[in-house]
Every structure is written in C-alpha cells, then in structure tokens.
C-alpha cells in the first residue's frame, strides 16, 4: 500500500487510502478491515498512526469498530448529493422548485 505525501500526515494518507478503496466499491458495507496491526504493516505506518487513520474513518461514518471484533465498512447513505450524478442532482432540484411553485400557487390563491 502507497500512501500519498501530499495527502498531509500519515494517518490522513492511509485514511484517505481507505476511502478510496470504499469509494471505488474494493470494500463493501460490513468488510472487515484489516487488523490495526496489519494496516500498519501493509502501509509501512506506527500503530498509532493506524490506530488514528481508523479513529478519522469512524469520525467520517465510513467504518464502524467493535471493540474485540474490529473496524467494519458502513453502510453509506444512498441520497448523499456528492455522489448523485449532476444529473440527477438537476432533476431533483426541479422536482423540488415545481413542488414550492405549486405552494406558492396555492398560497396565492388562498388570498385571493
């Protein structure tokens, strides 16, 4: 495993490492990470630093860790817009200004 010495301190390298690998479908929801020990052996890291790079995936809701069972990938919301296609995004916000016209129209009408 390569981490990045442009992605800050070690521990955000090998985070970052590890989103990836979730974001691009390598690990699926409830896949057992690596031991801590592993991790660091296969990133050429400290315990401590994988402790901690595991610490930031929980913090960002990409892991979930049990203690005596290990760290597990999340599930992750299906609706979050970042990952939504521009698209879709678009169609979305359309849906959403006809909805609002349609209240306003009501609104207006109801003054009237």
């Known amino acids: 495993m390569q ?3 442009s992605a800050g301190h070690p521990y955000q ?4 490492v590890v ?6 479908g390598e690990l699926q929801p409830d896949d ?4 801590v020990r ?14 901690r790079a595991i610490a930031v995936l929980g913090e960002k809701g ?9 760290s597990f990938v999340r599930e992750r919301p299906a ?7 521009l698209a879709e995004q678009v169609r979305e916000l359309r849906a959403e200004v006809a909805e609002l016209r349609s209240r306003v ?8």
């Open 32 to 35: 057992k990470l690596p031991s």
């Open 62 to 70: 990409y892991v979930t860790t049990i203690p005596g069972r290990g």
């Open 3 to 5: 981490l990045s010495p």
């Open 79 to 85: 609706q979050e817009v970042e990952e939504l296609p």
């Open 13 to 16: 390298a090998l985070a970052a």
């Open 38 to 51: 592993e991790l660091a052996t296969e990133a050429g890291v400290t315990i401590a630093t994988a402790q």
């Open 105 to 112: 129209d009501a609104v207006e009408r109801a003054e009237h």
């Open 19 to 24: 989103i990836a690998q979730i974001e691009q």
